[in-house]
């Protein structure tokens, strides 16, 4: 997906609108009109539209089964969209230069978060719905989020890190799972079925408009056979087959199925999947009052980055509208039903979503920071660092970011402060690059400790050897070992490393084949590398076993922090309640 769109997107939203709806005239002709006449207008022709398609679709049997095939087809390619996600790399360690850190492709690769969001999205599916849905956190910065004809629905870490609050998370997810749920897919697929058969009707009537849609046809059959499904720009054959295929019979519909994702639906669509997702929060006891909120942050984050604001939002000159629709249901028709709600009281921001977010934003914080994407990579780090204190790796990139753009003496303080934090909380000596820049921003200042200075630079290189022997080490332990040493300090176990497998039952010419392969490989990086070229994954990061001086017994006790232990504790009472209860019964 990283690669999708982004360059394609937007040539193919542009042709995608310069497709004449059903009696369309072509947008961005003639004099600008009243946005909410234009509105009115829209409806009808969508109503008109869906109305012709749905008779044709009752009626022809050869309309029936193209509609058929063709959802069918979009199915299919939605499915191996999905396989190659599944299956994909989903996180590894770089390290570039002196950086290191988790790299997330296809899947965040956070199961915890992973459930959280599922589980948030899987409450708010109509209770009666016989569609089955599975909610995705995709690492990606630029706020997202997409819907497959298979009731996949993706959110984009990026997104998630600039919702507030857990109610307008769900609203996110809700909307999305609306566009499912309401199949909006196959009437997708329908209408631009529809669309050709309608221009196939007027064609008939008129050899102009023939020709006109014929040589349309070829334009976009050109254009969009250069963009097959995977979202890969295709080689000149296909555009040419495309070329062929569109020119010969004319048609707008095969354009559908090579549209990238994020399609932009139709106002008609995306106000139906607002009022199910308005419904639906409401039903799940979450504050709908803060849907407006929500729309405003959008708002405010798009004009500072226009990167932000794709997926989730559509049409971006539509936020107004729909933020004043979102107050409107609140003030008049479902007015009663809050009041209701109020009384029982919403659901608010868990401690559990809290603590998962200082995770989440810091991966975002991270991938933004490397993606020159400045402001949501420095609030993404700040919140990240305010919810856990003793993360190294938040500080770290916070430092960074804080130091790359700050421009003031105190943006400068925080910066060093951080670096210090990143190399005080770094109890697995990973984060060798905290070193040098703490060195390297205490230089800067004359009355210095050069003692201190040159601490910090022999710690940047033996902890960067260290990192690289163990990281060969560990080349066997899962990729999501930073996850683990989490859940380890969740647990009360801040300490843990991993233990070298035991070999005893291994017989020993398998380890001669090990050994044989490792000393053979005069390729493999000889420093930390970026290993993306790596796909299996090579295990991370470096230990404290091996001779390092033990973590002083401050840091130990400041490293599970109050917000995460309490409520895991909570957790721990309660599931040793219940199990009392069990027993006596
Ligand atoms: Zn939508």
């Keep these: 997906m990283a690669i999708i769109?982004?360059?394609?997107?937007?040539?193919?939203?542009?042709?995608?609108?310069?497709?004449?709806?059903?009696?369309?005239?072509?947008?961005?002709?003639?004099?600008?009109?009243?946005?909410?006449?234009?509105?009115?207008?829209?409806?009808?022709?969508?109503?008109?539209?869906?109305?012709?398609?749905?008779?044709?679709?009752?009626?022809?049997?050869?309309?029936?089964?193209?509609?058929?095939?063709?959802?069918e087809e979009l199915l299919r390619s939605h499915s191996q969209r999905a396989y190659a996600r599944n299956t994909?790399?989903?996180?590894?360690?770089?390290?570039?230069?002196?950086?290191r850190w988790r790299v997330h492709e296809n899947l965040y690769d956070n199961l915890v978060v992973q459930d959280h969001i599922n589980r948030l999205g899987q409450h708010l599916v109509p209770k009666d719905s016989e569609r089955a849905f599975a909610f995705k956190v995709i690492p990606e910065p630029i706020p997202l989020a997409e819907t497959l004809s298979t009731g996949t629905i993706y959110i984009s870490t990026g997104l998630i890190s600039v919702v507030d609050s857990e109610a307008q998370l769900a609203y996110v997810l809700a909307h999305e799972m609306a566009h499912v749920q309401l199949d909006h897919w196959k009437e997708r697929v329908m209408l631009d079925c529809g669309q050709q058969a309608y221009a196939e009707d007027q064609a008939a009537k008129s050899a102009r408009i023939g020709m006109f849609t014929s040589l349309l046809g070829a334009g976009l059959g050109g254009i969009f056979g250069g963009i097959p499904g995977t979202g890969i720009a295709g080689n000149l054959n296909s555009a040419v087959n495309g070329m062929a295929l569109g020119g010969a019979i004319g048609q707008f519909a095969g354009a559908l199925l090579n549209r990238p994702l994020i399609v932009s639906w139709d106002q008609v669509e995306e106000d139906a999947a607002d009022q199910m997702a308005f419904k639906a929060v409401l039903e799940a006891s979450y504050d709908v009052r803060e849907v407006p909120t929500l729309y405003a942050t959008m708002q405010k984050a798009a004009a500072r980055d226009t990167r932000i604001g794709l997926g989730f939002l559509g049409s971006r000159h539509r936020i107004e509208q729909r933020m004043e629709k979102a107050k409107d249901l609140i003030a008049n028709a479902y007015q009663a039903d809050i009041a209701a709600k109020l009384k029982t009281g919403f659901l608010s921001t868990t401690a559990e979503h809290r603590n998962l977010m200082a995770e989440l934003k810091r991966d975002n914080g991270i991938m933004a920071y490397y993606n020159d994407m400045f402001e949501m990579s420095r609030s993404n780090l700040a919140d990240a660092v305010a919810i856990r204190d003793n993360d190294p790796a938040a500080h770290y990139f916070y430092a960074k970011v804080l130091k790359l753009i700050g421009r003031t003496v105190e943006d400068d303080r925080l910066a060093q402060a951080e670096f210090y934090k990143a190399t005080k909380f770094d109890t697995r000596d990973e984060n060798f690059g905290s070193h040098l820049h703490l060195a390297l921003m205490m230089a800067r200042d004359r009355n210095a400790d050069k003692a201190e200075i040159t601490k910090e630079l022999d710690s940047y290189v033996s902890d960067?050897?260290?990192?690289?022997?163990?990281?060969?080490?560990?080349?066997?332990?899962?990729?999501?070992?930073?996850?683990?040493?989490?859940?380890?300090?969740?647990?009360?176990?801040?300490?843990?490393?991993?233990?070298?497998?035991?070999?005893?039952?291994?017989?020993?010419?398998?380890?001669?084949?090990?050994?044989?392969?490792?000393?053979?490989?005069?390729?493999?990086?000889?420093?930390?590398?970026m290993r993306a070229d790596n796909p299996a994954e090579p295990g991370k990061g470096t230990t404290g076993v091996g001779g390092r001086p033990p973590v002083p017994a401050e840091l130990m006790n400041r490293i599970p922090g109050g917000q995460i232990i309490a409520p895991v504790q909570q957790m721990k009472d309660s599931v040793q309640q219940q199990t009392q209860q069990i027993k006596k019964q």
């Design 5 to 71: 769109g982004k360059s394609f997107a937007s040539v193919s939203l542009l042709v995608a609108l310069s497709i004449p709806a059903f009696g369309q005239k072509l947008p961005f002709v003639g004099k600008k009109s009243d946005p909410a006449k234009e509105a009115e207008k829209n409806v009808l022709r969508y109503e008109k539209l869906k109305q012709y398609s749905l008779d044709r679709y009752r009626e022809n049997l050869e309309f029936r089964d193209e509609v058929d095939q063709r959802y």
């Design 464 to 529: 960067y050897a260290h990192y690289n022997v163990m990281d060969r080490a560990l080349r066997a332990f899962p990729p999501n070992l930073d996850s683990v040493y989490e859940y380890m300090t969740l647990y009360g176990d801040p300490g843990w490393r991993p233990k070298p497998p035991d070999l005893k039952d291994v017989d020993p010419a398998y380890q001669q084949i090990s050994d044989g392969v490792a000393a053979r490989v005069p390729g493999a990086p000889q420093g930390p590398a």
């Design 88 to 99: 994909g790399v989903s996180s590894y360690i770089a390290t570039v230069r002196e950086d």
